[in-house]
């Protein structure tokens, strides 16, 4: 049982490229969601999911996509890179009850 | 949407002194409130949660309190060791019938002076 599993874990671009960060749970959760922490900010939602097909905006969503084309996979997609996305991005699933679990992490460095 | 204030920033203790985090929630119908633990470099972990019909849990050293009249609940760990230094999170969020999204505080990073 692998959790939530986030890829890559460390990632450096260049201003207006484009990637996606992969995110996959083996815990059949219904949920789930991507975050940003940056210095000072706490964790920042970006975008969620309550289901395959079902996504919504969070806090923060300019600047990202997503998808949920299956229960286990939720890729965020940065469409054209900026500094100001230099971050660390957390995955986290949740099921029943509203207790949520996070990745390890991907740090991001656009420059 | 919610609002989830957290406070102090940052917190300093002597070991085996008591530590105090204290959040507040804007939205009346919050009814699920977790902390969660982040060590330097890894992912936040959860710790503790309390839900709306609970006013008190504990757990070992950690506890948590709620309010639920003055939308407020705080984290106390009693008898802190150097290992409870880390950032301190508290959220909340709503679930009625389905999954609802966790909104955090800012973060408390405490530091447990041995």
């Known amino acids: 049982n692998a959790g939530v599993t986030q890829t890559p874990k460390f990632q450096v671009l260049k201003t207006g490229q484009s990637m996606t960060l992969q995110c996959a749970q083996d815990m059949n959760h219904e949920y789930m969601s991507w975050y940003r922490q940056d210095p000072g900010m706490g964790l920042r939602l970006i975008h969620y999911?309550?289901?395959?097909?079902?996504?919504d905006q969070g806090e923060v969503p300019n600047g990202y996509n997503v998808s949920r084309s299956t229960t286990e996979d939720f890729p965020l997609r940065l469409l054209s890179a900026a500094p100001s996305q230099t971050s660390v991005y957390f995955c986290?699933?949740?099921?029943?009850?509203?207790?949520?679990?996070f990745g390890e992490g991907s740090w991001l460095t656009v420059v | 949407g919610e609002n989830v204030e957290q406070h102090p920033s940052t917190l300093s203790v002597q070991e085996g002194d008591s530590a105090v985090i204290k959040c507040t929630y804007s939205d009346s119908a919050s009814n699920y409130f977790p902390w969660y633990k982040q060590e330097l470099g890894k992912r936040p972990q959860l710790i503790i949660d309390?839900?709306?019909?609970?006013g008190e849990k504990k757990d070992q050293r950690i506890a948590v309190t709620l309010n639920k009249t003055a939308k407020h609940f705080s984290l106390h760990i009693t008898e802190t060791q150097p290992e409870d230094s880390a950032v301190y999170f508290c959220?909340?969020?709503?679930?009625?019938?389905?999954?609802?999204?966790?909104?955090f505080g800012i973060g408390t990073k405490l530091q447990v002076i041995p």
């Open positions: 309390i839900r709306s019909n609970v």
């Open positions: 986290a699933s949740g099921g029943l009850g509203n207790t949520i679990y």
């Open positions: 959220a909340a969020s709503k679930g009625t019938g389905g999954y609802q999204k966790v909104t």
């Open positions: 999911s309550v289901g395959a097909g079902i996504t």
